[in-house]
């Protein structure tokens, strides 16, 4: 059974940085792609960051380029994304998902096949 676990949200200040975890299970390391996808109240969701296990491409929506970086930790078959700079904008519920194919932000909702339950992230100072 896939499981993708989130940890690491918070409340953090304009200016601050805050970094996200996603613990993976139930499939093989290496074969997928893991992104972060994040939703604020009233907002469609938006892709924000992802990353290939295999060879460690990773792509980033230019709302995020230059502030937020994606990694992973292929030994502990975890996926983290620091975030630095933020700005209320930054407000949402931060979302893990892989699937097996990346067709860009447009289609997330279609190559994610598998998501977890989300850790919010607040910037407010």
């Known amino acids: 059974e896939v499981q993708l676990v989130e940890s690491g949200g918070g409340l953090v200040q304009p200016g601050g940085s805050l970094r996200l975890s996603c613990a993976a299970s139930g499939f093989r390391f290496g074969t997928h792609y893991i992104g972060w996808v994040r939703q604020a109240p009233g907002k469609e969701r938006e892709g924000v960051a992802a990353?290939?296990?295999?060879?460690?491409?990773?792509y980033y929506n230019d709302s995020v380029k230059g502030r937020f970086t994606i990694s992973q930790d292929y030994a502990k078959n975890t996926v983290h994304l620091q975030m630095n700079s933020m700005n209320p904008e930054d407000t949402a519920m931060y979302y893990c998902?892989?699937?097996?194919?990346?067709?860009?932000?447009?289609?997330?909702?279609?190559?994610?096949?598998?998501w977890g339950q989300g850790t919010q992230v607040t910037v407010s100072s």
């Open positions: 990353i290939y296990t295999g060879s460690d491409n990773t």
């Open positions: 998902a892989t699937g097996l194919r990346f067709g860009g932000w447009w289609s997330v909702d279609k190559d994610f096949n598998y």
